[in-house]
């Protein structure tokens, strides 16, 4: 029976992950590879998908079709569209008429299997066997949902690249999912493709400083204000490093007018403040810029540029962001932490001159425990088993350089140590104190 690949992206990085992963023989053979391209962004109708990316024609070739998932499924919006379980059968009959597929055996390779699209996606195929692949940090956090059965079981691998060497993967590795590496090399030649595909880039002055803008003010982390701020504070560092030439790269859905101010603030710092294309990767700009710093708050970028480009990057408001993160399961929290804990603060430059990307075994010993505490506090009903780690780690490392990854609200719900002052951390081990506490925790229920 023929055999056809469903490829599911909803950015230009993704498609270059799968792309590298297909380049390094990763997937099965098929007789068919269909890119399905999702545009996931609020108003999809104003903002060009990914297949209209400037380099995208480099990715075209490996695949037999481009589909697109917003005419599949129009009017409805693709982070906002599942099946019902009763139209399934429906669907998969449709889109098996609409695409092609005939009686093939479906296999599907989809991103973030836990929100839409990729799980509307999964749901309409129920017996095709899947494959996730991440591309980014959230791969080092815990699975987001609590996901059906019916899903997890059909799940072979979790594909994900090597952004900081010595780290396993937290995500689907409660339903024993193995993890596997797209191979740096093969990525970093499928990004050098994209590059060399735009023939007419603008000009952008190289050897200073790259600033990688989030809009973090869409994800009600941070206020536009502070954002914005946040921003600010890139330039005023990138410049106290001594950088007289600085390109910001914003995130693509900001407003335009941040990226003004920062060209009047680069301008009172005696520096050029130059605006990159929101909608190329950073890390084909690394490529043209060939900057000797790279700065921003948690973004993916800025490991993708330490561990595959080897360029020197710091960090900036993370500390913020820690604060502001709500409720404590956000998925961002793994990011984020991964980016204060290993990356130097911009506003230290000794630091940031003298950093060195950690060594396999440091991060193994000292993030490694670290995640998997924060993990378990995220999730403790789905990573259960990671508790002990937990209770060790906080036992024997919660201090003022830690504190910021935990709340103590979070510890206390728990019953983790660190919830309590320590003269106080002989009541949660009180059994009275345990039998008064739930009492209490049934009324406020019935309230």
Known sequence: MPRTQVFLASTLFGAATVAAALDAGLFAPADR???????????PEISPALDAAPGFGALR???????????TIAPLHPSGWSPRPEDVPLWERHLRRLWGLGEDEVELVVESLHVEPALALVNVFPGAPVEVYADGLMVYGPTRDRLDSLVTTRVDRVL?????PGLRPLLLSEHDVPAGLVPADAFTAVLAEIAEYDTAPAPLPEGGALLLGQYLSALDILTAAEEEELHVGMVRGAVAAGHRTVVF????TAPAHWSRRLEREAEALGAELTV???SEPAEVLFLRVRPRLVAGCFSTALFTASA???LPVARVGTGLVLERLSPYP??????????DRLLPDLEDLQATRTWRPPTAEQVARDLTPLLRAVGYCMQPQTYAPLRDDAVRYLTDNLD?????????RRLASLALPGAVPSQLAFLPDNPAVRRVARRIKRVASRR
Not at 160 to 164: P, S, T, Y
């Open 276 to 278: 990159a294309g929101a």
């Open 308 to 310: 595959l480009y080897g």
């Open 33 to 43: 590879r269909l890119l399905l391209v999702s545009n996931n962004a609020p108003v």
């Open 61 to 71: 070739g490996r695949f037999d079709r481009v589909l697109s998932w917003n005419d």
């Open 249 to 252: 790269k914003p995130h693509p």
């Open 160 to 164: 994900h690249l090597d952004l900081v």
């Open 400 to 408: 003022a350089g830690t504190w910021r990854y935990f709340s103590r």
């Open 330 to 339: 956000n998925s961002n929290r793994v990011p984020v932490t991964i980016a």
